[in-house]
């Protein structure tokens, strides 16, 4: 865009990210020349010559709307040498070439048109800024503040509504502060796609409704209250909490999945009052899911470990720092080379490379994973060839442009909120064609227009290496895999040869925050940082220089699952990071590891199962405390500072430091920049890989009739304990339910109306859910949540994807879900 006022041009920001092709128009605004994009909407236009128009129905990442009327200006030129006899709306109408627009600041008829508006808005809304929890950061404050009446003439009766109406347990609805912008219901069908509330009744009458039929289940909704230009919208946790002006914010990275999406923290007095999303074009745009805005208090509570705890018999006590690092030292020296470490996905990339490097160089061994969760060797390689240190090769960017996307063990909505919302963009605004590997079209798959390729778990890599001829991959698609494919045998050798074949670029987009960025770090029995295979002596060599080390073990070390094991059988020591029982396929086994372990020390931050069977507790600093980094699915590097430094809480990497001195050795890093800058020196690996992914047996057997093959994967909103603390954001999970084919149904004998529930059942144990039986379904199968509240698969089936449960349909217990 260029600015011609007089005889002076000056280039603006916006020029550079002009296509030097694309076609400008011309037009002047408040007396100043300015070239834009052809389609610029006259609002942008104003706004690259540094003029704001009052607004409040208008977001860049809306469609335009008109509905508030604020952004009156005047039309002296339509560009066809005609006036228009009255203000226009300034956020629908594009920039046509020799258009002559005058805005607030320089004409008294657009100024008065706002004025105007503006005084109709005040007429019924109420005047409580000082119990708002809009106040002092609310667009229609401020504007009546700088634009406004000093005094109303309107002398009637204000109209008024009973509230708040519970939208949902979150979202709280105050009709009679409502501007009618429609925001709210704009981002909810175009941008989340979910039903919620609609403008019903007209004129006067007007007003926010809801829908009776459907209930407001979205991941997102908190977005809504937070592009609410007024106080209609409001959160129930934040609500009367505090004040926008007595808190401090601060910049950060939303640590619960792997979008790495922006948020804004919003603290006072040292502690957490709500957060927001932060605004990144890039990555996750101006919108971030309900978990990352409101799941922020779950290691506050009372079972916040604050000081170190040593076992003395059967139980733990509060010990001094040196006490308890002379009591690990000793016990992980007792050990030796004979110890496991397992890493969790809320560890930033310092303290992941921190953890990789202690097992490395102090503790002499490899036995490390951060696969927390069902894995296999298959992935493991596959992962350390493909993934591990490699450049941003798959962006967000990629998604919005793709040819076709191809999706494989992988549910977007529910695993990567982020992820999501840029497929259901490329699907609304062009029509991304997308097929998703799954038994059934979940509704976040058809809210993204995914064609279903009908899959029986365990058999994606057949289903891959047999695709439909429909399904077009070329150079420009994008083929995106979930951890989920881990349980299947082959899968990650078949997406590799289809990428190679199609040329397709394919990514990896795990679950956790962390687990991107320890692959990175060297956290897999087989790899060293930035992807350099253990088994290369080349790669070894590379990694002894930059640490500082003779020589390193090139032995193969242990995955998770095999040091449990070898834990339970008293071979081997842990150190474990956030870590779960419950994450593993068989949390009993889990348990079982934890309690033989010879020795066990855990960095954590508040009481856990893995603490309780403990020989050593060291508290370590939350994410909020600490600045570092997480990794996101694109191999983005997303850095952030601590939000609430607090010098008295220690990093994992400065216990891991203090136990490497008390174990005689230097573990050489106790910051995160020092971290950060040994992970910049090994960078990525550019000589060999490791070894491509090897395909292993495929199984499609889905049983005789009453067994079927069991389907699931984890939602957004579940048990986990990172929810914990948030009862309103707990009652937006979904309902849990056990899916079904009509055919499977039917052989159960599922009717519908007397029997409705359905009893998933394995030797270990069964658990009832409610039934529902989905259109296309593959038969054979059936899906159930991992993890809902009290209805663990883990725990009480003792199951993962592709294994076999038995089904029996059974009469109505429960009105609201299941039962274990």
């Not at 609002?43 to 540094?50: C, D, Q, T, V």
């Not at 006899?85 to 004409?107: F, L, N, R």
């Amino acid at each position: 865009m260029t600015v011609t006022e007089g005889n002076k041009t000056a280039k603006t920001e916006q020029a550079a990210e002009v296509a030097p092709r694309e076609e400008l128009v011309t037009a002047t605004i408040d007396d100043v020349e300015v070239s834009v994009p052809k389609g610029t909407l006259v609002i942008r236009a104003a706004e690259m010559i540094g003029v704001a128009v009052p607004r409040f129905c208008d977001h860049p990442l809306l469609d335009p709307v008109g509905a508030c009327r604020q952004c009156l200006v005047e039309v002296t030129d339509d560009g066809r040498g005609r006036g228009m006899p009255k203000p226009q709306a300034s956020c629908t109408i594009e920039v046509m070439p020799g258009m002559k627009i005058s805005t607030q600041v320089t004409s008294p008829v657009a100024e008065k048109a706002q004025a105007g508006m503006l005084e109709l808005l005040l007429m019924n809304h109420p005047l409580d800024c000082p119990i708002c929890d809009k106040g002092g950061e609310c667009p229609l404050q401020n504007q009546s503040m700088s634009n406004g009446a000093g005094e109303s003439r309107y002398e009637g009766v204000k109209r008024t509504f009973p509230k708040p109406i519970n939208i949902s347990s979150q979202v709280l609805l105050d009709r009679e502060r409502c501007v009618l912008c429609a925001r709210c219901t704009r981002f909810s069908e175009q941008i989340a796609g979910d039903p919620f509330i609609a403008l019903v009744e007209r004129g006067a009458l007007q007003q926010v409704g809801i829908y009776e039929s459907e209930p407001f289940e979205s991941y997102f909704s908190g977005n809504t209250i937070q592009i609410c230009p007024v106080g209609a919208l409001t959160s129930a946790a934040y609500r009367f909490r505090s004040r926008p002006f007595d808190l401090v914010s601060s910049p950060s990275i939303a640590e619960h999945d792997a979008c790495g999406s922006a948020i804004r923290v919003d603290h006072r007095r040292g502690t957490v009052m709500r957060r927001l999303a932060g605004d990144d074009p890039e990555v996750n745009e101006e919108w971030i899911t309900d978990r990352d805005r409101f799941a922020f208090r779950s290691a506050r509570g009372e079972d916040r470990i604050t000081r170190p705890l040593v076992r003395d018999g059967d139980d733990l006590r509060p010990a001094s720092w040196p006490e308890a690092i002379d009591v690990a030292a000793k016990g992980l020296a007792a050990a030796g080379a004979d110890v496991g470490v397992l890493t969790g996905g809320r560890l930033t990339r310092e303290n992941a490379y921190g953890y990789a490097k202690f097992a490395r160089t102090v503790l002499g061994t490899n036995n490390i994973d951060f696969r927390s969760r069902p894995s296999s060797a298959e992935e493991a390689e596959f992962l350390a060839h493909t993934v591990a240190g490699t450049e941003l090769s798959v962006s967000y960017a990629d998604l919005e442009t793709a040819s076709s996307v191809l999706m494989v063990g992988f549910e977007p909505e529910e695993e990567a909120g982020s992820v999501f919302l840029r497929l259901r963009k490329a699907f609304r605004k062009r029509q991304l064609r997308s097929w998703t590997l799954a038994p059934y079209l979940s509704n976040g798959a058809r809210k993204m227009g995914a064609t279903l390729i009908p899959t029986v778990p365990v058999a994606e890599a057949d289903t891959l290496a047999n695709l439909p001829a429909e399904v077009a991959l070329d150079a420009d698609s994008v083929i995106l895999v979930g951890e989920r494919a881990a349980n299947s045998a082959g899968t990650f050798t078949e997406l590799r040869r289809l990428a190679t074949e199609t040329g397709a670029k394919l990514a990896w987009i795990p679950r956790r925050a962390g687990d991107r960025g320890a692959l990175d770090a060297g956290c897999l029995p087989q790899l060293l940082p930035g992807g350099r295979p253990l088994t290369d002596a080349a790669a070894r060599i590379d990694s002894q220089a930059i640490w500082g080390v003779d020589s390193l073990n090139g032995t193969v070390g242990l995955a998770a699952g095999p040091m449990l094991d070898a834990a339970a059988r008293g071979e081997l020591a842990l150190v474990v990071a956030g870590v779960e029982p419950g994450d593993f396929r068989d949390p009993e086994a889990a348990r079982r590891g934890l309690e033989q372990a010879s020795f066990v020390v855990s960095l954590e931050t508040r009481m856990s199962e893995v603490t309780e069977r403990a020989d050593v507790v060291f508290p370590v600093a939350l994410t909020e405390q600490q600045g570092g980094s997480f990794v996101n699915w694109e191999g983005r590097i997303r850095s952030f500072d601590a939000v609430l430094p607090d010098r008295t809480t220690m990093t994992d990497l400065r216990v891991l430091a203090a136990l490497a001195d008390a174990l005689g050795r230097d573990l050489g890093v106790r910051t995160t920049s020092a971290a950060r800058a040994e992970l910049d020196e090994f960078g990525s690996w550019d000589g060999a890989r490791a070894a491509e992914p090897q395909p292993g047996p495929i199984d499609g057997d889905t049983g005789e009739v009453g067994q079927a093959v069991l389907a699931t994967w984890r939602t957004m909103i579940d048990a986990s304990r990172s929810n914990d603390g948030e009862p309103a954001l707990m009652g937006t999970a979904r309902r849990p339910v056990a899916r079904v084919g009509a055919r499977t149904a039917a052989e159960v004998g599922l009717d519908g109306t007397t029997n409705t529930q359905l009893t998933l059942a394995t030797d270990r144990g069964r658990l009832t859910f409610d039934a529902e039986v989905v259109e296309g379904m593959v038969d054979g199968v059936v899906w159930v949540p991992t993890n809902a509240p009290g209805l663990s698969v883990t725990e009480n089936l003792v199951a993962v994807s592709g294994e076999l449960v038995r089904l029996s349909a059974t009469a109505t217990t429960q009105s609201e879900g299941g039962e274990a």
